[in-house]
């Protein structure tokens, strides 16, 4: 059997690591390098694409052929990317529900082949430094990983010639690269993970040796590109001003700049100032500035600051105050800027080790920031292949998982932040008489309407036509190991059963993660107002139509009094329903109530008469009267 690597597929880097008796390190190239920036050139149609630090230097000269932060585009498709994000200096399409691709030299490429070159080179480096093929890996992915994404990670795998053992959540590997393991038990860690374009803060407890994540909170497009780019921004603002140059219409020019912005960036977490220098931006024009880490952190301290929030909502999932936890670890290349550190020592209390201030339990940076992934990933790998048997992990689903119901809400399935794998059903039935066949809509989001939340799929299951409320269909979810999502619908009669494996984003119908993510929060108000209205409407929708068939079997029993009050009830109702406003879907919750009320009220005699022919009609059949 082939030794399993563990590989951390970064946004801005990728590594790939193994444990050699007993000790996790990091492979080298040949050429002595442990870090793989994840870039790609292609020179030209026929020739071997190249990756890693070679592809870097082309950037600036070739930036139309080389790709970076393919992550960012994984298993998502054309209409979940901003405009923003599609500006890289490499041609990017994708239109509606296509997934991306990336067009060179007349050829498309999927973020899926891109990312399998950056594996194949892991592939390729692990194999030389082994001296035998390998063929299985651990790949480590953000916990704001939805099933697309993971699928997608995982294809890109298989496509470098890798048996994907397993997907794991990065800041999972991070706290096993940090020796965690051998705390206390029931130690509580916050992983903070800063890297080159996702954001995660995740809270784990350790329990009889085993790691549970307790919750997790993240921005799968945030990240340290974000700084980069405020930094091209000032950088260019500063062209500008200089020289009335606009370097935003020459990729060339626009890609050395961003190169100068982050090795700048990197300097000034070691310095106070640093002279960024870009020479002959054109034939008259050089740019020279020393830009100070003050300055640094007053163009990116928005950025930083938006973790906080992330930080403390991961607290509050877990039920945790600051005071609770044990250990906090950095993990990301951003984390070695000291603004970073700051505000993590705040946020959670603890000793910044670069100042010595704060009274909690210091700030854990024993790790190579940008290592402790990979080297988690190498742990688990060895967990797999049973050298390290008494150690499992356990991890939860950052976002809840559910299926649409009546009126277009959200009927939530697995909550978020439930340990993985985990398995949960529940059973539905028609809201339409002899309706022949079922929708199942499966969605992923905190958001009480469907629309609102991310769609992962829809499948149809069929049965028996039947009076509404008869058919009743089982429908259950099933999270494997690796986070990805099965469903199972069975008609509960005959036992029919449709399975779905939850695929590829191509056939997915979707708002994009953060939107989404973000929108929960800012519209819990209207969210609760719309699931009340839904709520309402259905059940102002359900009174009317028994009241109208009522009224067409017994209506000419009651007085002509009567008749009028329940009129004026269904008028008043249907007058109510039209308050609903066009645009938020949202009418007068109040008096809609108030109308069912009356309604209700006002049709008691009817129900009566009903209810007696009922009987009648009972007693009749059974020839007692
Ligand atoms: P990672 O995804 O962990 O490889 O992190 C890469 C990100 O960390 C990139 O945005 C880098 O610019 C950033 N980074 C790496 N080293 C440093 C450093 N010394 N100071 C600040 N940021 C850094």
């Given at each position: 059997m082939s030794k399993i690597i563990g590989i951390d597929l970064g946004t801005t880097n990728s590594l790939a690591a193994t444990v050699d008796s007993g000790i996790p390190l990091v492979i080298a190239d040949t050429a002595g390098r442990r870090i793989t920036p994840s870039v790609v050139y292609f020179p030209n149609e026929s020739s071997t694409p190249i990756v890693g630090e070679e592809a870097v230097r082309?950037?600036?000269?070739?930036?139309?052929?080389t790709v970076y932060s393919i992550k960012r585009f994984m298993g998502r498709r054309g209409n979940e990317i901003s405009a923003e994000e599609m500006l890289v200096t490499y041609p990017i399409t994708g239109k509606g529900h296509e997934g991306v691709t990336v067009e060179i030299h007349g050829q498309f490429h999927t973020p899926e082949e891109i990312?399998?070159?950056?594996?194949?080179?892991?592939?390729?480096?692990?194999?030389?430094?082994?001296?035998?093929?390998?063929?299985?890996?651990?790949?480590?992915?953000?916990?704001?990983?939805?099933?697309?994404?993971?699928?997608?990670?995982?294809?890109?795998?298989?496509?470098?010639?890798?048996?994907?053992?397993?997907?794991?959540?990065?800041?999972?590997?991070?706290?096993?690269?940090?020796?965690?393991?051998?705390?206390k038990d029931r130690s509580r860690i916050a992983v903070y993970d800063f890297g080159g374009g996702t954001f995660d803060l995740s809270i784990l407890e350790l329990n009889k040796g085993v790691f549970q994540v307790l919750s997790t909170h993240g921005d799968t497009r945030l990240g340290g590109d974000d700084l980069d780019k405020r930094v091209v921004d000032f950088i260019l603002s500063k062209i500008t001003e200089e020289s009335k140059l606009d370097l935003t219409k020459t990729p060339e020019q626009l890609a050395r700049v961003r190169e100068a912005a982050e090795l700048a960036k990197?300097?000034?977490?070691?310095?106070?100032?640093?002279?960024?220098?870009?020479?002959?931006?054109?034939?008259?024009?050089?740019?020279?500035?020393?830009?100070?880490?003050?300055?640094?952190?007053?163009?990116?301290r928005d950025i930083i600051l938006r973790t906080r929030a992330h930080c403390l909502q991961?607290?509050?999932?877990?039920?945790?105050?600051?005071?609770?936890?044990?250990?906090?670890?950095?993990v990301g290349g951003q984390t070695r800027m000291p603004l970073i550190r700051q505000m993590v020592a705040k946020i959670f209390h603890c000793k910044n080790p670069d100042s010595s201030e704060g009274n909690g339990p210091e700030l854990n940076t024993s790790q190579h920031p940008d290592e402790a992934i990979a080297l988690g990933a190498a742990i688990q790998a060895e967990v797999l292949s049973g050298s390290l048997s008494n150690l499992l992990l356990l991890d939860v689903t950052p976002l809840s998982l559910g299926?649409?119901?009546?009126?277009?809400?959200?009927?939530?399935?697995?909550?978020?932040?439930?340990?993985?794998?985990?398995?949960?059903?529940?059973?539905?039935?028609?809201?339409?008489?002899?309706?022949?066949?079922?929708?199942?809509?499966?969605?992923?989001?905190?958001?009480?309407?469907?629309?609102?939340?991310?769609?992962?799929?829809?499948?149809?299951?069929?049965?028996?036509?039947?009076?509404?409320?008869?058919?009743?269909?089982?429908?259950?979810?099933?999270?494997?190991?690796?986070?990805?999502?099965h469903v199972l619908a069975r008609d509960v009669k005959t036992g029919k059963e449709v399975n779905v494996p939850i695929k590829s984003t191509i056939d997915v119908k979707d708002e994009d993660v953060k939107k989404m993510v973000q929108e929960s929060i800012d519209h819990a108000r209207d969210d609760v107002k719309a699931r009340q209205w839904i709520e309402t409407k259905i059940r102002a929708r359900d009174t009317l139509l028994a009241t109208r068939s009522g009224m067409s079997a017994c209506g000419n029993q009651l007085s002509p009094e009567q008749r009028e009050k329940i009129e004026a009830a269904i008028k008043h109702i249907e007058s109510v329903l039209e308050t609903e406003d066009p645009l938020t879907k949202i009418g007068d919750i109040l008096k809609l109530k108030a109308a069912n009320t009356a309604l209700d009220n006002c049709t008691r005699p009817l129900a009566d008469l009903v209810m007696d022919k009922a009987m009648e009609e009972l007693l009749k059949k059974r020839g007692l009267i």
């Amino acid at each position: 059997m082939s030794k399993i690597i563990g590989i951390d597929l970064g946004t801005t880097n990728s590594l790939a690591a193994t444990v050699d008796s007993g000790i996790p390190l990091v492979i080298a190239d040949t050429a002595g390098r442990r870090i793989t920036p994840s870039v790609v050139y292609f020179p030209n149609e026929s020739s071997t694409p190249i990756v890693g630090e070679e592809a870097v230097r082309t950037r600036a000269l070739k930036p139309k052929e080389t790709v970076y932060s393919i992550k960012r585009f994984m298993g998502r498709r054309g209409n979940e990317i901003s405009a923003e994000e599609m500006l890289v200096t490499y041609p990017i399409t994708g239109k509606g529900h296509e997934g991306v691709t990336v067009e060179i030299h007349g050829q498309f490429h999927t973020p899926e082949e891109i990312s399998s070159l950056i594996l194949a080179k892991l592939k390729a480096d692990a194999e030389q430094f082994f001296g035998e093929p390998v063929t299985r890996a651990v790949i480590t992915v953000p916990a704001y990983f939805n099933d697309a994404q993971r699928n997608a990670t995982r294809k890109a795998g298989e496509l470098a010639g890798l048996t994907v053992e397993r997907i794991i959540n990065e800041p999972t590997a991070a706290a096993l690269a940090y020796g965690l393991n051998k705390l206390k038990d029931r130690s509580r860690i916050a992983v903070y993970d800063f890297g080159g374009g996702t954001f995660d803060l995740s809270i784990l407890e350790l329990n009889k040796g085993v790691f549970q994540v307790l919750s997790t909170h993240g921005d799968t497009r945030l990240g340290g590109d974000d700084l980069d780019k405020r930094v091209v921004d000032f950088i260019l603002s500063k062209i500008t001003e200089e020289s009335k140059l606009d370097l935003t219409k020459t990729p060339e020019q626009l890609a050395r700049v961003r190169e100068a912005a982050e090795l700048a960036k990197k300097q000034l977490s070691k310095y106070t100032q640093t002279r960024i220098s870009i020479p002959f931006l054109t034939s008259e024009y050089s740019f020279d500035y020393t830009l100070t880490r003050d300055k640094l952190e007053e163009l990116t301290r928005d950025i930083i600051l938006r973790t906080r929030a992330h930080c403390l909502q991961s607290l509050s999932d877990a039920h945790l105050q600051p005071e609770d936890l044990d250990q906090v670890i950095l993990v990301g290349g951003q984390t070695r800027m000291p603004l970073i550190r700051q505000m993590v020592a705040k946020i959670f209390h603890c000793k910044n080790p670069d100042s010595s201030e704060g009274n909690g339990p210091e700030l854990n940076t024993s790790q190579h920031p940008d290592e402790a992934i990979a080297l988690g990933a190498a742990i688990q790998a060895e967990v797999l292949s049973g050298s390290l048997s008494n150690l499992l992990l356990l991890d939860v689903t950052p976002l809840s998982l559910g299926i649409e119901t009546f009126g277009g809400l959200m009927n939530v399935i697995i909550p978020r932040n439930t340990t993985i794998p985990t398995k949960a059903g529940e059973l539905f039935t028609t809201a339409v008489d002899y309706q022949p066949d079922m929708l199942i809509h499966v969605l992923q989001g905190e958001r009480e309407r469907a629309a609102d939340n991310w769609s992962l799929g829809r499948f149809t299951i069929s049965f028996e036509p039947a009076p509404k409320g008869v058919p009743r269909v089982g429908v259950q979810f099933e999270i494997d190991a690796d986070g990805i999502l099965h469903v199972l619908a069975r008609d509960v009669k005959t036992g029919k059963e449709v399975n779905v494996p939850i695929k590829s984003t191509i056939d997915v119908k979707d708002e994009d993660v953060k939107k989404m993510v973000q929108e929960s929060i800012d519209h819990a108000r209207d969210d609760v107002k719309a699931r009340q209205w839904i709520e309402t409407k259905i059940r102002a929708r359900d009174t009317l139509l028994a009241t109208r068939s009522g009224m067409s079997a017994c209506g000419n029993q009651l007085s002509p009094e009567q008749r009028e009050k329940i009129e004026a009830a269904i008028k008043h109702i249907e007058s109510v329903l039209e308050t609903e406003d066009p645009l938020t879907k949202i009418g007068d919750i109040l008096k809609l109530k108030a109308a069912n009320t009356a309604l209700d009220n006002c049709t008691r005699p009817l129900a009566d008469l009903v209810m007696d022919k009922a009987m009648e009609e009972l007693l009749k059949k059974r020839g007692l009267i």
